[in-house]
């Protein structure tokens, strides 16, 4: 009987772990992943990068050191990522204050002018940046559209959202990501500001 | 204990393959299917059906969606010497709206469509087998997300047969 339960508890452990390991398996398979960002992310340092913003600046990931970043990969030709956009609008008013920055990084294969009025007419009050295919690649090879993630004030990451989220689930993200005030705000004195969205506008083309 | 090792080899195969299927990641998949033979006269044309199925879960836009930002589906195929392609004829798409939007209708395809093409050959073509290749560009979502532009390949063949 004891022999019995003991095999039982091993399966049992054996096939968490291998769930586990076909779950990542599969994954790779489906998304020809090369990226390291795989898996479940949480803790993991977010990937430096650097990208031109809608007005033509350079910005990178170390800028908003000290804050937390709700980073937003999103495209206009994604419904879904729509409907979130005014959810971030909100949580940027209702968290900026507390050091919550908003980035969006906008997949589109078309001009940045387009993405800039598409942006404008969403009232989009945070950064949107231009993505490339190496920060797709660097953040886990970002396919599906809306994906976000949600990275503390130190760089770490607290959370990762996958297709549309409810606005409470990305709302307890973004509290996550801004708990770790206390290690930021030592930081904070050193962060460089964010780039004043308000100012955006679409770089010549 | 073999029994045992068989019993997870078994749960394995079977619950990790289930489990990989996140909703949201799974790869959208647009089919063609394969044309039948196309006889064409010099001088003539003829109407092909070609015939393309949505991967069960995701749709994809119409040709006609309803804002410019969405991207159409589109299929460009290319002559082949005398035989081109005279026209494309894409179904209405359906209105249907959506979890992530309710209060919004898109024009999408999902399931089973067809584009009707009318070839024409030259008056001069000579006999033999034309291909006519292009793509079929798509935009995919499904209930919560959207997946990057894809193209499938298009092929089919047309005979053109004198009198």
């Given at each position: ?24 398996l ?30 033509g ?19 206009t030709?994604?419904?879904?990522c729509?409907?979130?956009?005014p959810w971030?609008v909100?949580?940027?008013k ?38 490339t ?13 809306p ?7 130190e760089?770490k ?20 990501a ?9 930081q904070?004195?050193?962060?460089v500001?964010a ?11 | ?37 196309v ?7 003829a109407?092909?059906q070609l ?61 089973d469509?067809?584009?009707?093409a ?6 001069k073509?000579?006999n ?22 894809r193209?499938i ?9 004198g009198?």
């Amino acid at each position: 009987m004891k022999r019995n339960g003991a095999v039982f508890i091993i399966l049992c452990f054996a096939i968490l772990a291998m769930v586990a390991s076909g779950k990542y398996l599969n994954r790779s398979r489906q998304h020809g992943i090369t990226s390291t960002l795989v898996g479940d992310v949480r803790g993991r340092t977010a990937p430096e990068f650097e990208l031109t913003s809608l007005d033509g600046k350079r910005v990178k990931l170390s800028d908003f050191r000290g804050k937390a970043v709700l980073l937003n990969f999103w495209a206009t030709w994604c419904s879904p990522c729509k409907v979130e956009m005014p959810w971030f609008v909100d949580l940027q008013k209702k968290y900026g204050r507390d050091g919550l920055v908003v980035v969006g990084v906008a997949m589109d294969d078309t001009e940045a002018s387009k993405i800039a009025q598409f942006a404008s007419e969403m009232g989009v009050n945070y950064p949107v940046l231009l993505g490339t295919d190496k920060i797709a690649e660097d953040y886990g090879n970002v396919e599906f559209l809306p994906t976000s993630f949600y990275i503390d004030r130190e760089g770490k990451i607290v959370g990762k959202g996958t297709g549309l989220l409810g606005r409470e689930e990305i709302e307890q993200n973004v509290q996550k990501a801004l708990a770790s005030r206390d290690a930021g705000m030592n930081q904070a004195s050193r962060a460089v500001a964010a780039p004043n969205v308000a100012k955006q506008q679409p770089r010549a083309q | 204990m073999k029994r045992a090792v068989c019993l997870v080899i078994l749960a394995w195969i079977s619950v990790a393959g289930l489990v990989g299927q996140e909703p949201g990641t799974k790869v959208p998949s647009v089919t063609f299917a394969p044309v039948g033979k196309v006889l064409v006269k010099p001088g003539g044309s003829a109407t092909v059906q070609l015939d393309f199925r949505v991967g069960s879960e995701f749709h994809i836009n119409s040709n006609q969606p309803k804002s410019e930002l969405l991207i159409p589906t589109v299929l460009k195929l290319t002559s082949s010497g005398p035989v081109n392609v005279a026209s494309l004829k894409y179904p209405a798409g359906q209105d249907v709206s959506f979890p992530f939007a309710p209060g919004e209708k898109l024009s999408v395809y999902s399931g089973d469509f067809t584009v009707t093409a009318v070839v024409k050959a030259s008056a001069k073509a000579a006999n033999g087998e034309y291909p006519l290749n292009g793509e079929l560009r798509f935009q995919a979502c499904d209930r919560s997300a959207c997946y990057p532009p894809r193209a499938i390949p298009v092929k089919f063949e047309v005979s053109v047969v004198g009198q």
